[in-house]
């Protein structure tokens, strides 16, 4: 039998048979969505996991950034990073806001905090920074400039679910709201889902009328809200994933060791460290391959790939490099170098539950020959 590729990530998915009692219950009470009892118990039960107050669901992570910034009633300017999936950058877009681009800190790829006051303008109002491959960004130095300029921050924390910062507690609880993703692809999967973070019980009320057609009971309608709701299907299997997480965690936390021992010695390749939080998730393994190198990235990703291992280049091209966004002044090249060098040198390898020891020792053995 050929070889199977072996992808960056492989959706981590909890026994068939486990779900079964859940879709029987649907079956049974035949609530499908509009807050059933699944979603209102998955809401209870991640807040009591990640450590917040309030948590609102969405149907993805992109709806969720949409709406929370409309929660906030954000306009004109907000300085983001370049780096980081186009969703984050796209949900200013949608909401005919014009995004910012600050270069990122070259060894956190995360937003430069001591770059963003440069930035800032008459029409600025937020900050939107990703917490970058989980690891938490400057978040002290981030709110130090927002409390200064009175601006909102609103954390893209598609990558960060359950992270906790070096104090212990959630980094999900920085900013005024902070935004999940449950896609396919991430630590903790719902198929598709997300949810906004927010720290009281009235912005939540504000985030579950926008994300209901803006509905304020049966017949007031009182904001130009979206269909942005979980379905139950996706709330049930929620449910039954946070009964699995740590364990598919403590298993990326496995090969992360794996990849850092074995990897430690190739020269001219730098594997991303963390940001010294006290719970890591291990989403991504970033590493970026130097110019000591023997070969360069791109060249390096074919050979890979002819050898049946895909790693992802995240993130690369860089947001401000697509058509939508390259004619902002804050997209020029020498206004994001480090953002640039990262792009050309990064490569995410493979990291999921169900990925064997051995096929990690295969990747490093075949980086390290090059
Ligand atoms: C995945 C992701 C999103 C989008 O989330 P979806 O649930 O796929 O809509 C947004 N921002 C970042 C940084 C992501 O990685």
């Known amino acids: 039998m050929p ?49 917040v ?53 070259p060894e956190s790829l995360n937003l430069d905090p001591g770059k963003i006051e440069a930035a800032i303008t008459p029409q600025t109002t937020a900050i939107l920074p990703v917490h970058c491959y989980g690891h938490p960004c400057d978040v002290d ?30 980094v999900l609880r920085c900013g005024d709201l902070s935004v999940l993703s449950f896609h396919a692809t991430k630590v903790f999967n719902t198929f598709e889902g997300g949810a906004i973070v927010c720290p009281d019980a009235k912005t939540k009320s504000r985030i579950d009328q926008l994300k209901n057609f803006g509905h304020a009971g049966e017949t007031n309608v009182v904001a130009t809200g979206i269909n942005g709701k979980m379905s139950e299907f996706n709330a049930a299997l929620g449910l039954l994933q946070l009964k699995h997480v740590d364990e598919a965690i403590s298993r990326r936390k496995k090969i992360d060791h794996a990849y850092r021992s074995l990897l430690g010695n190739v020269r001219g390749v730098h594997c991303l460290g963390d940001a ?36 992802r280049r995240y993130f690369y091209p860089l947001i401000s490099e697509f058509p939508m966004y390259r004619s902002l002044p804050s997209a020029q090249r020498s206004n994001l170098v480090a953002a640039a060098r990262a792009a050309a040198q990064v490569l995410c390898l493979p990291i999921y ?5 051995e096929k990690v020792e295969e990747i490093c053995h075949f980086l390290a020959k090059q």
Request: charged content about 20%; some cysteine.
């Open 353 to 357: 539950p169900d990925l064997a020891i």
């Open 141 to 170: 130095a981030i709110q130090k400039i927002a409390d200064t300029y009175n601006l909102k921050v609103i954390y893209d924390a598609a990558h960060a679910f359950g992270v906790r910062r070096k104090n212990g507690e959630s």
């Open 276 to 311: 010294g939080e006290s719970f890591a998730n291990y989403a991504y393994f970033p590493i970026l391959i130097g110019q000591d190198y023997s070969i360069n990235r791109d060249d390096l990703y074919d050979r890979m790939k002819a050898n049946k291992v895909h790693p």
């Open 3 to 51: 070889e199977k590729t072996t992808f960056v990530t492989q959706p981590y998915l909890p026994p068939l048979e486990e779900f079964l009692p859940y879709l029987q219950k649907i079956w049974d009470n035949k609530i499908l969505t509009n807050g059933g009892p699944f979603h209102q118990q998955l809401e209870r039960e991640l807040c009591d996991y990640l450590g």
């Open 53 to 105: 107050e309030h948590i609102a669901l969405f149907t993805n992570g992109t709806v969720a950034l949409v709406t929370a910034l409309q929660a906030l009633r954000v306009t004109g300017e907000v300085i983001t990073t370049p780096y980081s999936f186009v969703a984050t950058a796209h949900s200013l877009l949608w909401n005919s806001i014009k995004p910012v681009f600050v270069d990122v800190d």
